[in-house]
């Protein structure tokens, strides 16, 4: 079964920093003049579902477009880290203690994509630590996934690496703890920073 993990695009998009631009939706033309219609639309390059490339904070680092295409469907180790408290921190401990597999991708299912759209959810998401991050650096991740924002820390932990962060996922209470095959697709953005992206999760066994 194919669950997609991705928040849809829409004018109330929410955005954290004052410099990401509002999501704006905009119809240019009709089908009364133009027989069709176009829509313009206007999305920062880490709004909603969206995967961060190491040019996003560092100098001359890769884009979006620079990766190997095969990095966009590989499988995936989904820990379940859900239900969890506000703010509360995922740490290494807790990490070590799942069986992931050395060299997988990495999900964290936290439940927070329910609160995707609250005003707070950019302040009250629980983070993962960078004991947690350098933990999964180490563990040979080649890329990591969450259903939540993360830390400016955690950005250069991964990013240093050229380790992609897959962030504000969607849908996860319909994943279990285990493997998965993780689709994710960025927008082909020259030189992008980062890119919005359709992501799917492909799992066995399930219909
Ligand atoms: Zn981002």
Known sequence: ?????????TPRIPVYFPWHPATEVTQTANYEEHRCIVTAITIG?????HIDAPRHVLEGGRGIDEYDTRLWMLEAFVCDLSPRE???????????SLPIPRGSAVILKTG?????GDA?????????????????????VPLIAADTPYTL???????KKGIPLVTNLNNTSKLSEGNVMLISAP?????GDG?????????????
């Open 120 to 140: 707070e959810y950019y302040k009250t998401y629980p983070p993962l630590t960078n004991d947690a991050a350098e933990y999964l650096v180490q563990l040979g």
């Open 45 to 49: 390059t880490h709004t909603g579902t």
């Open 153 to 159: 820390d955690v950005h250069y932990i991964f990013l």
């Open 1 to 9: 079964m194919l669950i997609d993990l991705t928040h849809p695009i």
């Open 195 to 207: 890119a919005p992206a359709r992501v799917f999760a492909l799992v066995e066994g399930v219909s």
């Open 187 to 191: 927008l082909l953005i020259e030189h």
């Open 86 to 96: 506000a703010q509360k921190g995922i740490t290494a401990d807790e990490l070590q």
């Open 112 to 116: 927070w994509d329910a609160r995707f």
